[in-house]
């Protein structure tokens, strides 16, 4: 059982490495995501930049360590955020959608409560409106995270990022041309609308009145208002997808490049054991 820092606690790499030694008693560390956290970490575990954080540049976010774990008795792939100095922690199940059984994620809840008793434990889930699991589904169609984290092939994962990169790009590229589009069109066609909603419905002035007809204007150029912002709002949306697309290929590149590396150091020391037991027959 671990013990809680005080609020406002600053962490060190012992803090990380005492929370990740409780988490190994019922999980393998896959891989660590870091943001202003020191960490002592295993050897043999990728380290990565939290993107999703550093690329907003707030300061006032709290440094924090997300590390992707698959349960040893389940294979159930999850995603934990550890925040020492709220004492919080957070489950991610974006990232991980389709990677853990209900079952799963209930005895990763289990353990951690049970691990940390002091820490308030919180589930992120999809969000409809930001569209989660239509970037989860986009990435899965090209690469799992499974694959990322325990595939061998690294010539098939590689080609695998690039198709998923080449998406994002042309999603951005999508979402520019929707915006171009409707920057546009707006202001013509608003233009449009106006004139001839205060030309035409002029002429009903003596049958409805003047209220009516005034109540119509408005009616008629605040929907094509609404129409064109619904567009555009679109494409917005459609742009920060492409971004969350891209920064999922970005991370997992950054994984496999954390995961060549470890192998390659591994690998000298790896041949001199085979070597000296060779010896020793």
Known sequence: MTSASPPGHLPDGGDCR???DTVSQFARVHAVKLYRLPA???ERVPRLPCLDHEARLH???SPHAAMYIEDRDGGGLHE??????RRHIEIDVVSTADEHTPAAHARLLERLAAGFPAYR???NGPSWLRGDRRVSRACRAQISLREVLAGTDFEQLDAALERLGTIGKLMEKESRVASWSVRTVTGPLLA?????SYSLLGLLTSQVGEGWVQALRYAVVGGVGALFLYFGLKAVHLTEMANRVWKRCAEYGLIL???RRIDADASPLTRRVAAGAAAER
């Open 40 to 42: 002592a970490l295993p």
């Open 257 to 259: 490049a954390e995961r």
């Open 121 to 123: 434990i919180h589930v």
């Open 192 to 196: 449009v609308a106006g004139f001839l």
């Open 18 to 20: 005492r929370f990740l």
């Open 80 to 85: 934990v955020v550890w925040v020492p100095e």
């Open 59 to 61: 300061e006032n976010i």
